[in-house]
Nanobody
Framework: QIELVESGGGLVQPGGSLTLSCESSVSIFMSYIMHWYRQCPGKEREVVAT???????NYTDFVKGRFTISRDSAKKTMYLHMSNLQFGDTAVYYC?????????????WGQGAQVTVSS
């Protein structure tokens, strides 16, 4: 069983920055695709950024140029650095690990971290 624990959420003013962390209980970055998702109030959960085992990164359009996904394998921790935060970025942010092995998909979610952008 893999446990993902997020930290770093909080209250930030528009234009500010915040970094979320997602620590895994075991080393998984070389075999799992890692995602950051978010769920804005009243909306469905949506993917924000992805980092593949080979290090390739992808971002959804509304965060490109503002958010950066990264990882530290030695610390078993993935990060989401968010800058120029806007009101619309207010959400619960979740980290997610996913892999397909022998035709079976396994995935794990963190508990979520609240990010509130407010003046």
């Amino acid at each position: 069983q893999i446990e993902l624990v997020e930290s770093g959420g909080g209250l930030v003013q528009p234009g500010g920055s915040l970094t979320l962390s997602c620590e895994s209980s075991v080393s998984i970055f070389m075999s799992y695709i890692m995602h950051w998702y978010r769920q804005c109030p009243g909306k469905e959960r949506e993917v924000v950024a992805t980092i593949a085992p080979n290090g390739d990164k992808n971002y959804t359009d509304f965060v490109k140029g503002r958010f950066t996904i990264s990882r530290d394998s030695a610390k078993k921790t993935m990060y989401l650095h968010m800058s120029n935060l806007q009101f619309g970025d207010t959400a619960v942010y979740y980290c997610h690990a996913q892999r397909t092995y022998r035709a079976q998909m396994n995935d794990y979610w963190g508990q979520g971290a609240q990010v509130t952008v407010s003046s």
